[in-house]
T-cell receptor
Framework: GAGVSQTPSNKVTEKGKYVELRCDPI?????LYWYRQSLGQGPEFLIY????????DSGLPNDRFFAVRPEGSVSTLKIQRTERGDSAVYLC?????????????FGPGTRLTVT | GDSVTQMEGPVTLSEEACLTI???????????LFWYVQYPGEGLQLLLK?????DKGSNKGFEATYRKETTSFHLEKGSVQVSDSAVYFC??????????FGTGTLLAVQP
């Protein structure tokens, strides 16, 4: 079956611009996660959705970052006033349900470059 | 806070050599421990996991044992293949559902 998909695969934007990154989870998965992976580092947690609500947004670095999941399926990560330090690969993962018993399946990521 | 430390790479081995990638963790409570693998051009995949002390996770010839006394979860394989070349990430999941990853170890296996 279809895995987690993310669009676009690559995004180049200028400093100060607004960007949206999209994640389509595996059908039927109620939990959705966003991570950010900088060059040479492991992924860092940003936010976790259970259904439509953000159950844990403790990893969002500041108020320029926001994510939504209005219908409990597709999620959009939104970054305002982008900075060069936001350049990274943004990963989305989904799992059948929340809880550590459920495997997180990762998408291929969106590579964001802020010039 | 919770954290994971894994050995830095790159690790370069000849085919059929033994592999060990060290991983230690700091966590409150009793986390679950994972190894993820990222093959060239592909997304992160779960390789193996262990959910409690003394559990051994295994998959594709790889093994790792959850050692609470040494707070470690070292990844081992007795005989690596060229197809094992990838980046390996150690991770934990504690009281919340989020995964906390190490920095990754690049493994290159030469024929």
């Amino acid at each position: 079956g279809a895995g987690v998909s993310q669009t676009p695969s690559n995004k180049v934007t200028e400093k100060g611009k607004y960007v949206e990154l999209r994640c389509d989870p595996i059908s039927g998965h109620t939990a959705l996660y966003w991570y950010r992976q900088s060059l040479g580092q492991g992924p860092e947690f940003l936010i976790y959705f259970q259904g439509t609500g953000a159950a844990d947004d403790s990893g969002l670095p500041n108020d320029r970052f926001f994510a939504v999941r209005p219908e409990g399926s597709v999620s959009t990560l939104k970054i305002q006033r982008t900075e060069r330090g936001d350049s990274a690969v943004y990963l989305c993962a989904s799992s059948l349900a929340g809880g550590i018993s459920y495997e997180q399946y990762f998408g291929p990521g969106t590579r964001l470059t802020v010039t | 806070g919770d954290s994971v430390t894994q050995m830095e790479g790159p690790v370069t081995l000849s085919e059929e050599a033994c592999l060990t990638i060290n991983c230690t963790y700091t966590a409150t409570g009793y986390p679950s421990l994972f190894w993820y693998v990222q093959y060239p051009g592909e997304g992160l995949q779960l390789l193996l996991k262990a959910t409690k002390a003394d559990d051994k996770g295994s998959n594709k010839g790889f093994e790792a044992t959850y050692r609470k006394e040494t707070t470690s979860f070292h990844l081992e394989k007795g005989s690596v293949q060229v197809s094992d070349s990838a980046v390996y990430f150690c991770a934990l999941s504690g009281a919340t559902n989020k995964l906390i990853f190490g920095t990754g170890t690049l493994l290159a296996v030469q024929p």
